[in-house]
């Protein structure tokens, strides 16, 4: 049972576009949701992450939205650079859970 | 660099046997946790330690164990391999371990593939 459902599986933008990578979840528990950004050969790194009281966090080009409601929060790149080619993982964290990773969304930014 | 260390690299093996993975946590980071990344599966919670003690687990089989040592490096041993357990193997660390919202530092992974 996949609790966090990350999609698209892979994104191509071009340079300057915006990429938007979505994931959904089910246990109202989770209360932490981080996004994490994984380069080739490398481990994840923690990009930026968002708890529920606000709907939007923003850190430079990386914005998070996120839905209570729906139970949903999406990870948006403005201006989107070829350096930031890497697979993007969405999780959660809440209750008795560790954390939880979506399945990954590998992003391709074309120059 | 995350400051966390995973030996080896690589580690190409048949079925049947045993390999233990290694990993040293960022220089006072008292929790170490692993994860396994797999195509179809994304990563996958194995097991958590903190300061030597089990603190949670996760979809870890019987056939994988792990520890955490007094200096505070964790071995993970996978035995009576299987093809399916070719995958990447994640160490991470954090400072305390608490079970929300703290910040894990992953290392760059064991590749491990059994043939």
């Known amino acids: 049972q996949q609790q966090v459902k990350q999609s698209p599986q892979s994104l191509i933008v071009q340079k300057g576009g915006i990429s938007i990578i979505n994931c959904a979840y089910e246990?109202?528990?989770?209360?932490?949701f981080p996004w994490y950004q994984q380069f080739p050969g490398k481990g994840p790194a923690l990009l930026i992450a968002?708890?529920?009281?606000?709907s939007e966090k923003k850190e430079g080009r990386f914005t998070i939205s996120f839905n209570k409601s729906a139970k949903q929060f999406s990870l948006h790149i403005m201006d989107s650079q070829p350096g930031d080619s890497a697979t993007y993982f969405c999780?959660?964290?809440?209750?008795?859970?560790?954390?939880?990773f979506g399945k990954g969304t590998k992003l391709t930014v074309n120059p | 660099d995350s400051g966390v260390t995973q030996t080896p690299k690589h580690l190409i093996t048949a079925t049947g046997q045993r390999v233990t993975l290694r990993c040293s946590p960022r220089?006072?980071?008292?929790?170490v946790y692993w994860y396994q990344q797999s195509l179809d599966q994304g990563l996958q919670f194995l097991i958590q330690?903190?300061?030597?003690?089990?603190?949670a687990k996760g979809n870890i089989l019987e056939r994988f164990s792990a520890q955490q040592f007094p200096d505070l490096h964790s071995e993970l041993n996978l035995s009576s391999l299987e093809l399916g357990d070719s995958a990447l193997y994640f160490c991470?660390?954090?400072?305390?371990?608490?079970?929300?919202?703290?910040?894990?530092?992953f290392g760059s992974g064991t590749q491990l593939s059994v043939l």
């Open positions: 246990n109202t528990a989770f209360d932490y």
């Open positions: 991470a660390s954090s400072p305390l371990g608490r079970a929300w919202g703290e910040k894990l530092f």
């Open positions: 968002i708890r529920p009281d606000v």
């Open positions: 330690y903190y300061n030597g003690e089990e603190r």
């Open positions: 220089s006072g980071d008292l929790s």
């Open positions: 999780a959660a964290q809440g209750g008795s859970e560790k954390l939880v």
